[in-house]
T-cell receptor, first 115, second 109 residues
Framework: GAVVSQHPSRVICKSGTSVKIECRSL??????MFWYRQFPKQSLMLMAT?????????EQGVEKDKFLINHASLTLSTLTVTSAHPEDSSFYIC???????????FGQGTRLTVV | GQNIDQPTEMTATEGAIVQINCTYQ??????LFWYQQHAGEAPTFLSY??LDGLEEKGRFSSFLSRSKGYSYLLLKELQMKDSASYLC??????????WGAGTKLIIKP
């Protein structure tokens, strides 16, 4: 299957700082990338959908100025959590889909802890 | 509205068979997905159904009835490593995945 690499897998940052999470499709061109957040024992919550070369579409309630998404190439999307606060601590997961695929492939996820 | 329902938790015995049900209501339908998610890890793809019927893939099978808005995931010859959450997701008319809350499957020896 297609491989999606997400980095870092874990990050601890201080409150008020920014954190960047990268999501790369290693062996296919990801025309669409999805960013999810998952709190413990809860379902995946879609934050935003991004298509290569265009602005991300954010879900209702997700602050686009706080969660900056860049999808500048067909193999890379980044999520930057700006001015992070403890309530932003969560598991962030990206997934990617190419034109040849029906299913989306997930990255390994990033456990963010804001202290 | 859009809604996916699946049981919160199920328990089964090693070597046995378990069926995890999922009912869905979405705006349009472009397929039903099942993913497996181990604790602390990202989901991994298990199956995709868009036509009615049963799709078999090794120990795992997935069934879809579009008229009933119903799917199930069947796991045979259960192994301890099958202990995980199983997520049902329906793809709507905009090709967005609508996720269920997941079913935590506990396997006992």
């Amino acid at each position: 299957g297609a491989v999606v690499s997400q980095h870092p897998s874990r990050v601890i940052c201080k409150s008020g700082t920014s954190v960047k999470i990268e999501c790369r499709s290693l062996d296919f061109q990801a025309t669409t990338m999805f960013w999810y957040r998952q709190f413990p024992k809860q379902s995946l919550m879609l934050m935003a959908t991004s298509n290569e070369g265009s602005k991300a579409t954010y879900e209702q309630g997700v602050e686009k100025d706080k969660f900056l998404i860049n999808h500048a190439s067909l193999t890379l999307s980044t999520l930057t959590v700006t001015s992070a606060h403890p309530e932003d601590s969560s598991f962030y997961i990206c997934s990617a889909r190419g034109t040849a695929h029906t299913e989306a492939f997930f990255g390994q996820g990033t456990r963010l802890t804001v202290v | 509205g859009q809604n996916i329902d699946q049981p919160t938790e199920m328990t089964a015995t090693e070597g046995a068979i378990v069926q995890i049900n999922c009912t869905y209501q979405t705006s349009g339908f472009n397929g039903l997905f099942w993913y497996q998610q181990h604790a602390g890890e990202a989901p991994t793809f298990l199956s995709y159904n868009v036509l009615d019927g049963l799709e078999e893939k090794g120990r795992f099978s997935s069934f879809l009835s579009r008229s009933k808005g119903y799917s199930y995931l069947l796991l045979k010859e259960l192994q301890m490593k099958d202990s995980a959450s199983y997520l049902c997701a329906s793809m709507d008319s905009n090709y967005q995945l609508i996720w269920g809350a997941g079913t935590k499957l506990i396997i006992k020896p």
